[in-house]
C-alpha cells in the first residue's frame, strides 16, 4: 500500500519541485495543500502519513499547523522545507514537532538522507 504523503506550500512552483525530488521508486500518493487549512483537512482525511510543510504561508502558516498537530495530539512526520534557514526558525519549529528541517529549493541530494535517517525510506 501507497505511503500518503502530503505537500503543503502556496507556490506551485515549490510543490513541483519538492515532488520531483522524491525517490522515483518510493511507492507513495502525493497530495497537495496551498495552506494549513488544506493541509489539516488533507490529514484529517488520511492523507498525511508523511507531511512536507513551509513556513510561510497565507490563512494558516507552517507553525500554526504544526501547533494545530501538537495541540490535537495528531501523529503525522513533519519534514519542514522552507527558505528561512535562520537558527530560530529551525529551533521553533523542531520544538513544535518537526522531525526535519530542509532548506529550499528541495533536491533529491538534501532529501534522501532525511528520509533515509528517519526510516521513511530505505
Do not use: C
Not at 13 to 35: F, G, M
Not at 47 to 67: H, I, K, Q
Amino acid at each position: 500500500m501507497a505511503l500518503p504523503i502530503l505537500v503543503v506550500d502556496d507556490s506551485a512552483l515549490a510543490r513541483k519541485v519538492l515532488t520531483k525530488a522524491l525517490p522515483d521508486d518510493w511507492d507513495v500518493e502525493v497530495s497537495y495543500a496551498a495552506n494549513g487549512i488544506e493541509a489539516l483537512a488533507h490529514y484529517r482525511a488520511g492523507r498525511a502519513s508523511v507531511m512536507f510543510l513551509d513556513l510561510t504561508m497565507p490563512d494558516m502558516n507552517g507553525y500554526e499547523v504544526l501547533d494545530v498537530l501538537k495541540k490535537e495530539e495528531l501523529n503525522t512526520f513533519v519534514i519542514v522545507v522552507s527558505a528561512d534557514v535562520q537558527s530560530e526558525a529551525q529551533e521553533r519549529a523542531k520544538a513544535a514537532g518537526a522531525m526535519a528541517f530542509i532548506q529550499k529549493p528541495v533536491t533529491s541530494e538534501k532529501l534522501l538522507p532525511v528520509l533515509k535517517e528517519y526510516g521513511i525510506y530505505a
